[in-house]
């Protein structure tokens, strides 16, 4: 699969084409050209901004594609233009005036291509969806500008724990809760334990966490990392729900008894999980993947061996990734590659 793009043009071949691809080019950003929008949704998703022609802004605007940032419709009739800038959420860069706006857009920062974004989620209490998310982290961190891992769980006291990073300074929710708009590069306020970046709850007072500061955030952290790891625990709070938005990707663990699994197709109804990847949690006397594919609606694509070794790891702060056996590695290996493609960056 190619790697992910910092620009996408959908763009028909012509003098906005051109135009467009030349200024890309004295930015030196990678740069994918589309019009087929019927395999546009990953691209769309992860590409830093995506500059929309005019030839194309009535076609992209029937597709209900959902929002994002940085997205522009660009070409000579601005008026015409306006027309597509709502449902798309878009700014309009009218041509010739606005090449030099064209220009500063894909300088800055934000042209940067985006991290893929995972939640993970337990479709019952007490199957590791947490220690799974941190887990993924931690291999996900060997690409090439590390990863991130994003608490959203109240409840959880905090992911930081899992990785041993309780006493590592850094901003936690609390110096976030006000963060809004386009964030530049987060990592040097955050606690960092072996390239993963790490967003946790404080223990303390609740935090009532809203929307647009998350929103922020990992917008912010998409542009700087490889891979974004979210945790949304089990709370159907509006943070929660904006977690499992904003993500592209669904892990759902689920235990693999008739309780696990009744459990896991009430959270997608209540979620409203689309296209969720299951992670069965097996032990003896479980019902086989196949049973709970079927039951669930929605493949399994890993299943979780028993590992003890972690809950007596994570007493010890030990993150899980090192204290696990090779087995559960494995798996979380074989799910790192099936969230990102493949991809080594």
């Known amino acids: 699969m190619a790697e992910r793009s910092d620009v996408l043009v959908v763009a028909g071949t012509g003098e906005a084409q051109d135009l467009i691809l030349s200024a890309v080019a004295a930015q030196e950003l990678a740069v994918t050209v589309t019009t087929d929008l019927d395999a546009i949704a990953t691209p769309w998703r992860e590409a830093g901004v995506v500059l929309v022609a005019d030839d194309q802004a009535e076609r992209l605007a029937a597709r209900a594609l959902p929002h994002r940032d940085g997205v522009y419709l660009v070409g000579w009739d601005s008026r015409r233009l306006a027309t597509w800038s709502t449902p798309l959420a878009a700014k309009v860069i009218g041509l010739p005036d606005g090449s030099a706006w064209l220009g500063a857009v894909l300088a800055d920062g934000s042209a940067r291509a985006r991290a893929p974004v995972v939640a993970v989620l337990g479709g019952s209490g007490g199957v590791g969806a947490s220690t799974l998310a941190a887990a993924l982290a931690q291999l996900g961190a060997g690409r090439p500008e590390g990863a991130a891992l994003v608490d959203v769980d109240p ?46 709850m404080a223990r303390g007072a609740s935090l009532d966490l809203a929307r647009e500061p998350l929103a922020a955030v990992i917008g912010g952290l998409r542009s700087w990392h490889s891979l974004v790891v979210v945790d949304p625990g089990r709370s159907l709070s509006p943070a929660a729900r904006e ?98 493609g493949g991809r080594d960056g």
């Open 155 to 200: 409840a959880g006291g905090g992911i930081d724990l899992l990785l041993g990073a309780e006493q590592v300074l850094g901003w936690r929710w609390p110096g976030l809760r006000a963060a809004e708009g386009q964030l530049g590069d987060l990592r040097p306020q955050l606690p960092v334990v072996d390239r993963v970046s790490v967003v946790s």
């Open 243 to 340: 977690a499992v938005r904003l993500a592209g990707r669904h892990l759902l663990v689920v235990a693999g008894g008739i309780r696990g699994v009744a459990a896991a197709r009430q959270t997608v109804a209540a979620l409203g999980l689309e296209h969720p990847s299951l992670v069965l949690r097996r032990w003896p006397g479980g019902l086989h993947a196949d049973l709970v594919a079927e039951a669930v609606g929605f493949p399994v694509v890993a299943v979780l061996p028993e590992e003890r070794a972690l809950r007596s790891a994570a007493e010890r702060g030990e993150p899980p990734a090192s204290g696990s056996r090779r087995s559960y590695r494995r798996v979380v290996a074989t799910l790192l590659a099936e969230v990102t």
